[in-house]
């Protein structure tokens, strides 16, 4: 099993949709938790810090379920720019940073 | 914009041959990690420089190596190259006003091995 797992997608969504990813993670002693998006041959780019309360930013909400292992991000109204590859990571050290594989979103107008 | 760029953009090697990849971040960015990503794939963690010590090195065989600067510079040097270490190569840093080890990316370096 994989220490940090996403699912891969596609997830191929209408322009103004609600999607959410999941991820799940193995560690139970990682520390801190993120959401990065990645566009195709671009680098990761931050996109939310995961906060044990959940957190907003605009249509963009972060949780974290420590109890079940998971974090998840939800989109909201979602936007044709909003087409990316979406990474989480899981930080439990200096030497276990662990991305996923990346959940791929596409969305039509 | 992250502040972090790396050099060169591309590079093709030969199987067997060294290479340096550089990265330059920001002041105040005291921690620096190097990142393989493989096609398809998430990137995967190399290693970790903070205070230009490694302190955090994930699987990766000893022919990866790295050093830190106090310029907030760091390099990827990768001995004996094999056709499996095409890929795109991420720096990050991390400044140190960071409350949860956020990082920051800069462009990569993509090398092919042929």
């Known amino acids: 099993r994989k220490e940090v797992e996403q699912d891969p997608g596609p997830f191929n969504v209408p322009e103004g949709a609600t999607v959410a990813f999941n991820c799940t993670y193995s560690?139970?002693?990682?520390?801190?938790f993120f959401w990065y998006r990645q566009d195709c041959r671009k680098e990761p780019k931050l996109l939310m810090s995961?906060?044990?309360s959940g957190n907003e930013d605009g249509r963009f909400t972060a949780q974290l379920n420590r109890a079940s292992q998971y974090i998840s991000l939800l989109i909201r109204d979602s936007k044709l720019s909003d087409s990316a590859t979406y990474l989480c990571v899981v930080y439990s050290s200096a030497s276990k940073i662990i991305f996923g594989s990346g959940t791929r979103l596409s969305i039509r107008p | 914009e992250t502040g972090v760029t790396q050099s060169p953009t591309h590079l093709i090697k030969t199987r067997g041959q060294q290479v340096t990849l550089r990265c330059s971040s920001q002041s105040g960015h005291n921690t620096v990690s190097w990142y393989q990503q493989a096609l398809g794939q998430g990137p995967q963690f190399i290693f970790q420089?903070?205070?230009?010590?490694?302190?955090g090195r994930g699987n990766f065989p000893p022919r990866f190596s790295g050093l830190q600067f106090p310029n907030y510079s760091s390099e990827l040097n990768v001995n004996a190259l094999e056709l499996d270490d095409s890929a795109l190569y991420l720096c990050a840093s991390t400044p140190w006003t960071a409350t949860y080890n956020e990082q920051f990316f800069g462009p990569g370096t993509r090398l092919t091995v042929l």
């Open positions: 560690n139970s002693a990682s520390q801190s």
């Open positions: 420089y903070y205070r230009e010590e490694e302190n």
């Open positions: 995961v906060y044990s």
